[in-house]
Nanobody
Framework: QVQLVESGGGLVQAGGSLRLSCAASGRIFDMHAMGWFRQAIGKEREFVAA????????LYADSVKGRFTISRDNAKNTVYLQMNSLKPEDTAVYYCHARFTSTLGYWGQGTQVTVSS
């Protein structure tokens, strides 16, 4: 089993910054990638960013490119999402995801990010 614990959400004004963290534990020796998704009220969950666990390759949704940065600390089994220039439309519950295969992944419990205008 794999456990993902997120932290760092909160309330921030538009233009501000937040950093999310997600610590993984358990059977993670063959984890391929970690990433972040988000789900706003009344909308489907959407991809935000991902990073490969070995090479560090990154991928971003167009809506966050240039504003968000995903990074990892392999020694701490932790992935981060630095969010700058936040907009009200970034308001959502942010979920950490760990991918092991194309069909096997785990989700964190989610952390609320609220951006006020």
């Amino acid at each position: 089993q794999v456990q993902l614990v997120e932290s760092g959400g909160g309330l921030v004004q538009a233009g501000g910054s937040l950093r999310l963290s997600c610590a993984a534990s358990g059977r993670i020796f063959d984890m391929h990638a970690m990433g972040w998704f988000r789900q706003a009220i009344g909308k489907e969950r959407e991809f935000v960013a991902a990073i490969s666990w070995s090479g560090g390759d990154t991928l971003y949704a167009d809506s966050v490119k240039g504003r968000f940065t995903i990074s990892r600390d392999n020694a701490k089994n932790t992935v981060y999402l630095q969010m700058n220039s936040l907009k009200p439309e970034d308001t959502a519950v942010y979920y950490c995801h760990a991918r092991f295969t194309s069909t096997l992944g785990y989700w964190g419990q989610g952390t609320q990010v609220t951006v006020s205008s």
